[in-house]
């Protein structure tokens, strides 16, 4: 049986170093570099990335051991292609590597880093820096040995800056409304803690993309690592596996350094990402976590059989005609409808399992930008507020029952739900504890009699009648 090693693979040279090495990047972010590297043709010029994990080293160790090259395996319709990913030269683990991790960013050849370590992993509230964060106390304390992802960012800057090297560009990927400028607020914020004049420098010369990413990749299977072995005749110990549909929107404000050509392997380079990312985010991510919670209280387990259930389809229409679409601000050339009609196709493809259970992770951090936004645009021009709100009732509904059932819950604010599962007396009690999270829900939304009255309506129906009454009545007459 073969396996995948380094020996036959030239690597090429490190000019991006990637912070939060998960499967998305390496189904995303590495497939277009591949793309691109493959269209130059000499190999000094090609772009190769160290890849920084913030978690465990499993998957620092599973590639090391084929020489940090993996297959991303697209799973369409009309069937499979493996491809091979060659451009990841090296993984380090953030917590016991610092200093190597440090010099690669230092490194004059580095041209960019960039990021997606999911919205908790930028430790700020409301947009800017938590300086209450355990991450970011440490950080401050000890700038040159830092632990967080914005602490990384500051202290390799404050390098370059003392060697006298141009500043890398900082390009945020993860799925955060704004996503540029939030990472541009908490690094500045961080520095101004540690050095003001660092700070300003950075506000001076350091430029932060916005950028909207969008690739479904699901959490590779053992089945996917068979099918893999079947396809290529290799072993592999990380693959990654997406859907056959990939976009990139990038804002084009680099620095002096440059960027790589990344319009010619289809990413969308423009002035303007915020349209593009309000259709994705409400669209999209709102959609996707609306089929989560109430796919999983309906016993879907995965999101292709939450969209094939007649009920759910019928919502999930509603959802996007009556309260998401007339809140996004449509990019100039785009048809929503067909957009719409394209994500209806994407969630039914047959050879992609995504977990419904893997989507309604970390919800709490959700909620705001995919269905909240929405939810107080809609108070304030007066449209209809009932299906985003079924979406908020599903999720309480889903903690408690999560909760009651001994299962985990994958979300930073597990232990205060179960204080206020514990505490409170009756439903009504609950749902008003859980609006009371202003991590979540703004205040000013949270007391919004239509929103307190829907979501509680909507929470003792779940409770008495089940989510299919629910969801039927709901969309009765869209």
Request: hydrophobic letters at 45%; charged letters at 20%.
């Amino acid at each position: 049986m073969n396996v995948l090693t380094n020996d036959p693979v030239i690597k090429p040279p490190i000019r991006i170093v990637h912070l939060g090495l998960g499967a998305f990047f390496r189904a995303f972010g590495l497939a277009y570099l591949e793309r691109l590297n493959a269209s130059i043709e000499a190999q000094e010029d090609r772009y190769g990335v160290m890849g920084v994990s913030f978690r465990s080293p499993r998957v620092r160790d599973a590639l090391a051991a084929q020489g940090f090259t993996y297959t991303a395996l697209e799973r369409g319709g009309q069937g499979d292609i493996a491809r091979t990913i060659t451009s990841l030269c090296d993984v380090a683990l953030s917590l016991q590597e610092q200093s190597r991790i440090l010099a690669q960013m230092a490194d004059v050849a580095v041209s960019i880093v960039s990021l997606t370590v999911t919205e908790k992993g930028y430790c700020q509230r409301d947009g800017a820096l938590d300086l209450s964060h355990p991450d970011i106390v440490h950080d401050i304390a000890n700038p040159q040995n830092p632990i967080s992802a914005p602490g990384y960012i500051v202290a390799a800057l404050a390098l370059r800056r003392t060697a006298g090297i141009a500043p890398f560009s900082c390009l945020s990927c993860d799925n955060l409304f704004d996503n540029g400028r939030v990472l541009a607020r908490v690094v500045s914020q961080l520095a101004e803690q540690i050095d003001p004049t660092l700070a300003a420098w950075i506000a001076a010369e350091v430029c932060f993309p916005v950028t909207m990413i969008d690739r479904i990749v699901p959490a590779t299977t053992d089945a996917d690592r068979a099918n893999v072995l079947k396809i290529t005749g290799h072993k592999d110990h990380a693959p990654v596996t997406h859907e056959p549909f990939s976009q990139w929107v990038i804002e084009d404000n680099f620095g002096p350094l440059g960027r790589p050509d990344f319009a010619s392997v289809g990413v969308q380079l423009v002035d303007q990402v915020a349209p593009y990312e309000s259709m994705k985010l409400r669209c999209l991510n709102g959609s996707h976590t609306a089929l989560a919670i109430l796919g999983s209280l309906r016993g879907k387990s995965t999101v292709r059989a939450a969209i094939s259930d007649a009920v759910l389809s019928r919502y999930i229409t509603s959802l996007w005609e009556v309260e998401i679409c007339p809140s996004v601000d449509v990019p100039l050339g785009v048809d929503i409808s067909a957009y719409c009609d394209d994500l209806r196709n994407r969630y039914s493809n047959p050879a992609i399992v995504h977990l419904t259970a893997q989507i309604a992770n970390d919800t709490s951090k959700k909620l705001p930008p995919r269905i909240l936004a929405t939810l107080a645009d809609n108070l304030a021009a007066k449209r209809p507020i009932g299906r985003l709100c079924l979406v908020i009732a599903g999720w309480m509904r889903f903690i408690q029952a999560a909760q009651i059932a001994g299962e985990a819950v994958h979300d930073p604010l597990e232990r205060q739900f179960s204080q206020i599962i514990k505490t409170a007396a009756t439903p009504d009690d609950y749902v008003t504890a859980m609006l009371g999270l202003e991590s979540v829900f703004p205040v000013d939304l949270a007391r919004q009699a239509d929103v307190v009255t829907q979501v509680k309506s909507w929470y003792v129906l779940i409770a008495t009648d089940g989510i299919e009454v629910c969801l039927q009545r709901v969309t009765k007459g869209a």
